[in-house]
Structure formats: structure tokens, C-alpha cells
């Protein structure tokens, strides 16, 4: 069945310094999601990705989806405490069904 | 807008007893409500799709007898896990699809957890 990878699984940076996180599917996607968890919390909806070679900002955040719609990136420039969480991407193969990837835990030091 | 809340926020129950978890959607109509588990520091894994007034659809290795769901109005699905065990200990989820149109096609919104704990 599909599957996404998803790397690192886990990073500790300095406050101002940059962060990425890399999904891979084994499989060709229609789009996919990113979302965010904050500790104890639950996950929620960051972005989703459609069209292929897709590059999306929100302000300090670019995702991009991969040309061949298998792969995407969350890139967080200049990283602030505020960005401490669980990123998670998830890919959606057909209909409405969402495969997360396992994470992506992001520490921020001060 | 987009609320999904879940009740109860966490269960300590005893091995051999059910549970039942809510999750509903507090302002906005939801076709498709989605169930997840998430053990410490793992992913979310997709244990069934619901369509209010239709069966579930199960992912493969998840029991069916033993995590019943219904989905009875646009509003409310709800997850019971039967004769539950110290394995079935976990993080449950719930997220609710809107209806085409309200919000970005796909997007899920997820209820804050249940936390259950079997003795």
C-alpha cells in the first residue's frame, strides 16, 4: 500500500537558524498536506499542494511539491520558539484519504 | 469556523469494558468524518473513513466488532471500543471533511484527542 516517508525525524536548532523537513510517497500523489501539532495538542491544517512543481508561502513557511508529485518540503526560515511542534506531511494517493508521514519534531532553542 | 470537538478528553476504563468517543463538528456540516490513533510520539494512523448514513470503511488490521462506528447525523460520528485491553490504549482522533464548496477541498480539521487508558 502507499507509503510516506518522511525525514528527519527529529531536529534541534538554534532560534534564527533555518529548518526542513522532506516527505517522500511511494507512490504518485493528487496532493498533499501539511500539518502542524503542537505538544498535547492536535494536529492542524497548514497547506495542501496540488499541481506539480507547486512552491506555496506563508510568510516564514515554503512548501513545495515535487515535479514528479511524489515528493515535498516544508522549509521554516529563521526559526522562532513560536515554530516548536510536530510537522507532519500527508499524502492523498485518490480520494479523501489522508497517509501521514511519521513527523518531523522541531525543537527551537532560545 | 471549523471546529471539531471530541468527547471525553480522556477515559480510564477496565479491561473488558466498552467505551464510546463523540466526535462532532460544532459549525459546519461534515460528509466525511475520519478516526485516527496515534500511540507517544508516532504518527497518526487512519483507522476508518465514516460517511454519515453509510457504513465505515475499515483500514486493513483494524477490527471492525471491535471499534464500532456511526455516523448518525452530518454533525456527530462517534467511535466505541468494545470489550477494550491494555493494547487498545491510545490517542484517538477524529477529523471532519466539510461539504464541497465551505472550506479547501480535502482539508481535514481535527478534534482536540481522547486519551484512553485500559486497566
Known amino acids: 500500500g502507499q507509503q510516506v516517508m518522511q525525514i528527519p525525524q527529529y531536529q534541534h536548532v538554534q532560534e534564527g537558524e533555518d529548518f526542513t523537513t522532506y516527505c517522500n510517497s511511494s507512490t504518485t500523489l493528487s496532493n498533499i498536506q501539511w500539518y502542524k501539532q503542537r505538544p498535547g495538542g492536535h494536529p492542524v491544517f497548514l497547506i495542501q499542494l496540488v499541481k506539480s512543481g507547486e512552491v506555496k508561502k506563508q510568510k516564514r513557511l515554503t512548501f513545495q511539491f515535487g515535479e514528479a508529485k511524489k515528493n515535498s518540503s516544508l522549509h521554516i526560515t529563521a526559526t522562532q520558539t513560536t515554530d516548536v511542534g510536530t510537522y507532519f506531511c500527508?499524502?492523498?494517493?485518490?480520494?479523501?484519504?489522508?497517509?501521514f508521514g511519521a513527523g518531523t519534531i522541531l525543537r527551537v532553542k532560545s | 469556523g471549523a471546529v471539531v470537538s471530541q468527547h471525553p478528553s480522556w477515559v480510564i476504563c477496565k479491561s473488558g469494558t466498552s467505551v464510546k468517543i463523540e466526535c462532532r463538528s460544532l459549525d459546519f456540516q461534515a460528509t466525511t468524518m475520519f478516526w485516527y490513533r496515534q500511540f507517544p510520539k508516532q504518527s497518526l494512523m487512519l483507522m476508518a473513513t465514516?460517511?454519515?448514513?453509510?457504513?465505515?470503511?475499515?483500514e486493513q488490521g483494524v477490527e471492525k466488532d471491535k471499534f464500532l462506528i456511526n455516523h448518525a447525523s452530518l454533525t456527530l460520528s462517534t467511535l466505541t471500543v468494545t470489550s477494550a485491553h491494555p493494547e487498545d490504549s491510545s490517542f484517538y482522533i477524529c477529523s471532519a471533511m466539510g461539504l464541497a464548496g465551505t472550506h479547501v477541498v480535502g482539508e481535514q480539521f481535527f478534534g482536540p484527542g481522547t486519551r484512553l487508558t485500559v486497566l
Open positions: 500527508a499524502g492523498v494517493e485518490y480520494g479523501n484519504k489522508l497517509v
Open positions: 465514516s460517511n454519515e448514513g453509510s457504513k465505515a470503511t475499515y
